[in-house]
């Protein structure tokens, strides 16, 4: 846990934050290093992807079939909802009322995504 947040410090200064919150193309992209390790002969890595987000998902379709094909990977998302906008869509995502399907209607695997509003356990 020391390494993710001296990570995040030092990234922290470095960032410029900004909308719309697409979320499917980081998902993209660690599924990609998730996909590439499943071909090695050791497979001994397993990506936990978390994402801060302070924002409504605006590319909700793209995001749902990202983790649709991600859930066949070893890999996990941990969305931490950050103030006071409406996260309904990462409950959603978050699968504990159901099964998570594709635009298409493919279901997710494995549940590999959870939701956390921030405001719940900020104190």
């Known amino acids: 846990i020391q390494g993710v947040v001296e990570a995040y410090q030092s990234c922290l200064p470095k960032l410029q934050l900004y909308g719309p919150t697409n979320i499917a193309p ?31 998902i605006t590319d909700m379709a793209d995001t749902r079939e990202a983790i649709v094909h991600a859930s066949h990977l070893p890999m996990s998302v941990i969305i931490v909802g950050v103030g006071n906008a409406d996260f309904s869509d990462m409950q959603m995502l978050d699968g504990d009322d159901g099964i998570l399907r ?18 719940n356990f900020k104190h």
């Open 26 to 56: 980081i998902i993209q992209k660690v599924a990609k290093s998730a996909s590439e390790e499943t071909n090695t002969k050791e497979a001994s890595q397993y990506f936990i992807l978390l994402i801060l987000t302070d924002g409504v």
């Open 102 to 119: 594709s635009p298409k209607g493919e279901p997710v695997l494995r549940d590999i995504v959870q939701f956390v509003p921030f405001r």
